[in-house]
């Protein structure tokens, strides 16, 4: 999800070559977690069970969704885009079932109560799937003539059903917060993905007001363009809260900032903010909104780069490093 929103941003600044390089990057990460997921199904299954089973991990199922329509969409702007008709095929089948599924199991489904205690920043990731599929949606309705009102049907069926699951989960994570103990601890990385959603409901708004006129388009047009500008302002709104958060958390409770595979979350929202706002400006003619796009956009470059970096370096100390060392012989034996 983050290179892969990344290397959209970067084509969109007329940088073709990073951005390939990311998109190979982002493709090997995919196909790669796949496998790996796969893999886990077969080989630990009850943990994958009680994965589903837990509210605070369950909806992480959803970035499989986000992901295959981040990937799809980059290789829709390379022309590939019976690539992306596919992608979103797979993504959109997959975000009807565990949108069902999910809820049912890890919240409705449960004997714990309250469940609202375990409300945390990845319920946002199933707004994310939403938007991604109308994303994708919108992203092939100009190629597709015969099946352009479909599309647009989906696109924007699947970019309201984000918004009512916005205010759904931003109720649900404010109960959390203002209702049970709170501590540093629990402030993790994936609370950036609160403005990640947003700025994706931006990005779709921003692709069906593009979109050419059909009935679903025309009669929400001008609503959906009215609050994309408003979802952004709202976005732009809770980076210094989150900027924040994150001060108080490593600077004032002194918590070690090192690496953690959440962190990735973190860099999705600020990539998908600064695609968003250059959409946006484009759309709708915005060049503040445009500027302030491409200034995030540089900005997930460098977070994304870091990131990197520390992920590469922590594998070296701690897995390759691991295998590499010899076996000391146990002085004992």
């Given at each position: ?21 990311l ?39 959803f ?14 702007l ?97 109960l ?39 009935p ?14 408003m ?49 946006l ?10 500027h ?42």
């Amino acid at each position: 999800m983050a290179t892969g929103i990344i290397s959209v941003g970067l084509d969109l600044m007329g940088h073709p070559t990073l951005s390939r390089t990311l998109l190979a990057v982002a493709g090997v990460a995919y196909v790669a977690l796949v496998v790996l997921f796969v893999w886990r199904v077969v080989a630990f299954r009850a943990e994958v069970v009680d994965d589903f089973l837990d509210p605070r991990r369950a909806f992480g199922f959803f970035t499989f969704v986000a992901a295959t329509n981040v990937v799809g969409v980059r290789l829709g702007l390379e022309g590939e885009y019976v690539a992306t008709a596919v992608l979103l095929g797979v993504a959109g089948l997959a975000w009807m079932v565990l949108g069902y599924v999910v809820p049912w199991t890890a919240v409705l489904g449960r004997r714990d109560r309250p469940v609202v205690a375990t409300a945390n920043g990845t319920w946002f990731i199933w707004v994310v799937a939403s938007q991604s599929v109308a994303v994708s949606a919108a992203t092939i309705e100009p190629v597709y003539d015969d099946a352009r009102r479909e599309l647009a049907v989906l696109a924007v069926v699947c970019w309201s059903v984000g918004v009512f699951l916005y205010a759904a989960a931003g109720i649900m994570v404010a109960l959390r917060l203002m209702l049970y103990a709170f501590g540093p601890e629990e402030l993790t990385p994936p609370y950036w993905v609160a403005m990640g959603a947003l700025s994706i409901t931006v990005l779709a708004g921003a692709r069906i007001v593009e979109m050419a006129d059909a009935p679903m388009v025309a009669v929400t047009r001008d609503l959906i363009a009215g609050l994309a500008v408003m979802f952004w302002a709202f976005a732009t709104w809770l980076i210094p809260v989150l900027v924040a958060a994150g001060w108080w958390r490593h600077v004032r409770h002194r918590i070690p900032l090192s690496y953690d595979a959440t962190l990735w979350s973190m860099v999705f929202p600020v990539g998908m903010y600064g695609v968003a706002g250059i959409y946006l400006g484009q759309a709708d003619h915005l060049p503040v909104v445009e500027h302030l796009g491409h200034a995030g956009m540089w900005c997930a470059f460098v977070i994304w780069l870091v990131v990197m970096v520390a992920m590469l370096t922590h594998l070296a100390n701690t897995v390759f490093t691991s295998r590499s060392l010899p076996r000391v012989p146990d002085p004992a034996s």
